[in-house]
């Protein structure tokens, strides 16, 4: 491939191919990758209603009234929550319910290449009837409390089970709507638009189409007056024939108001829950179930933590979700300034080094002791030594040199621990950071804490 040039002009063409002189330019454009399509139909689909509305299709898509529900609710003692079954237009269940910010069960996909969801999205078209989706009524004024009724204000829906459903709707409209055009944009591609094109147009044309699904019966059942581990049991207990929900996804829902607030501050976060297959986690951004780990050992001075002891410990207990973080405003200056201040100057320092460049956002082991550490400091002294323990480490960060962590130290140390290395690592972590920060040593001595730790002679 090479830039063509225009003679007359002197201009170059980036991306044509070079042609015999007279002809014009073959300009070649490169398809978009599945993951590419995923994304942008995820972004078409956030859109949707918006863009409909635009088209002229407004008088089908009014604001959405408070939910009334086809017959009597039914009691759930498990949750004391109540369950109700609603019917309403597709154009209204569009708005209602979203995949932003919704507490997905599972990630999106490329629907139209599925053979399952590709035939659901085809039998739609063709008018068959879906089962009923689920979703859950929750409030968004006040974090503690519930949706104790389907006429208050201030809630927002979360998909329990149905959002890739709602992904098929979506593309179904899509469709009926944009038709082949989806393929030039780069949504679909040519073989699926090939497989969906008789049944995209067996309702007439674009216009008649398109209303037609906007005016079609949606059916769903809303769980509401329930908290988040409502949700979360709704969503185990509907979901147990797919893909079993991972920890960090468990946690990042279960937290999610805690995640919320740190993000607020200003702490790069990476949501799981929102990640996309081939997606991966930027390397400079912090693990949203990280980041709840990371606080519950600043609160409890423990790195020995994990995701399936915290997420069975939230299951279980009765407080509310930050009854027991403490002072957040605490929480939040620690991990904003191990995430701002000193995670960008170690990646400065460390830049030719990826496996201690991001050493505090790659993993859990390091964040973790480094928070624990802090917490005790914290917690046995005041917010003040708190910040000067972190002055300190962020002053070490600016002393001359190449390794002022004393890293090369650090890897040493490692190769001297053999048995119960993940329970140990975490440990020489907590304490080399704690003896550092309470001036038993005046710099990072890895190999002096882990002699001390496995008795050995350093």
Not at 249 to 278: A, F, K, N
Not at 375 to 392: F, H, P, S, W
């Amino acid at each position: 491939m090479v830039s063509a040039v225009n003679p007359e002009q002197g201009l170059s063409i980036e991306g044509a191919t070079a042609m015999p002189r007279g002809r014009r330019p073959k300009i070649v454009s490169k398809a978009p990758s599945r993951l590419e399509r995923s994304e942008s139909v995820r972004k078409q689909v956030l859109s949707l209603a918006d863009d409909l509305m635009d088209d002229g299709y407004g008088a089908l898509l009014p604001p959405p009234d408070p939910i009334k529900t086809v017959a009597k609710p039914v009691h759930d003692p498990k949750t004391d929550g109540w369950i109700g079954h609603v019917q309403e237009p597709l154009g209204t269940y569009i708005q209602r319910v979203s995949v932003v910010d919704n507490f997905s069960q599972r990630p999106p996909f490329d629907h139209v290449t599925d053979p399952i969801y590709r035939r659901l999205i085809k039998d739609f078209l063709h008018r068959a009837e879906m089962p009923e989706s689920k979703v859950a009524c929750l409030s968004k004024n006040d974090k503690d409390a519930k949706a104790e009724n389907l006429e208050v204000s201030g809630v927002y829906y979360s998909v329990i089970d149905g959002l890739q459903r709602l992904y098929c709707y979506s593309l179904a409209i899509l469709l009926a709507w944009r038709r082949e055009s989806l393929v030039r944009d780069g949504l679909i591609a040519q073989e699926a638009w090939d497989y969906f094109a008789e049944s995209a147009q067996c309702n007439g044309d674009a216009r008649n189409a398109t209303e037609e699904l906007l005016k079609r019966t949606t059916r769903y059942e809303v769980f509401y007056n329930i908290d988040l581990g409502g949700l979360l049991h709704y969503m185990v207990t509907f979901n147990t024939g797919q893909r079993r929900m991972s920890l960090d996804v468990q946690l990042e829902i279960m937290r999610g108001p805690l995640v919320r607030e740190l993000e607020s501050q200003g702490i790069p976060v990476w949501h799981d829950m929102e990640s996309m297959p081939g997606m991966r986690q930027p390397k400079e951004k912090f693990a949203a179930a990280d980041l709840v780990l990371a606080t519950q050992a600043f609160i409890t001075n423990n790195a020995q933590l994990s995701a399936s002891t915290e997420a069975e410990r939230f299951l279980n207990e009765s407080q509310a979700y930050l009854d027991n973080v403490g002072d957040i405003e605490d929480v939040a200056k620690m991990l904003k300034r191990i995430t701002t201040e000193l995670h960008p100057e170690i990646m400065r320092i460390y830049v030719s080094d990826p496996s201690r460049r991001y050493i505090l956002s790659g993993g859990s082991t390091f964040l973790l002791s480094l928070c624990a550490a802090c917490g005790y400091v914290r917690n046995r002294g005041n917010t003040k030594k708190m910040e000067l323990a972190v002055d300190r480490l962020l002053k070490e960060l600016k002393k001359p040199g190449d390794d002022p962590l004393n890293f090369e130290e650090y890897q040493r140390a490692l190769a001297t621990i053999t048995s119960s290395r993940g329970k140990a690592i975490r440990r020489l972590v907590y304490d080399t950071f704690l003896r550092f920060f309470n001036g038993a040593s005046t710099e990072l001595e890895w190999l002096d804490t882990a002699a001390q730790i496995t008795g050995a002679t350093s």
